[in-house]
């Protein structure tokens, strides 16, 4: 969780994201479903109610019903 916040400042306003965006090619390969299901779900706790909802908006499901996120602007 702490590298995805950390990329957060490389996205630019605007900007649409999924969590595995966040995440090197490999480095999100190598977590487990069950890892990243879990990280997708606390990220999206953490844009709803916690440290991340004044710079992260979430967007409509994917077709691939996964979650997307715009960055706000400031």
Same mark, same amino acid.
Request: aromatic share 14%; no cysteine; net charge positive.
């Given at each position: 969780?702490? @590298?995805?916040?950390?990329?957060?400042?490389?996205? =630019? *306003? +605007?900007?649409?994201?999924?969590?595995? #965006?966040?995440?090197?090619?490999?480095?999100?390969?190598?977590?487990?479903i069950g890892d990243?299901?879990? @990280?997708?779900?606390?990220?999206?706790?953490?844009? =709803? *109610? +916690?440290?991340?909802?004044?710079?992260? #908006?979430?967007g409509?499901?994917?077709?691939?019903?996964?979650?997307?996120?715009?960055?706000?602007?400031?």
């Open positions: 969780m702490k @590298l995805a916040i950390q990329e957060i400042d490389n996205l =630019r *306003y +605007g900007e649409i994201f999924l969590v595995k #965006d966040l995440f090197k090619g490999y480095e999100w390969n190598r977590l487990s990243r299901r879990s @990280l997708g779900s606390h990220f999206l706790h953490e844009v =709803r *109610y +916690g440290r991340l909802k004044e710079y992260i #908006d979430v409509v499901k994917s077709s691939a019903n996964q979650q997307q996120y715009i960055k706000k602007y400031k």
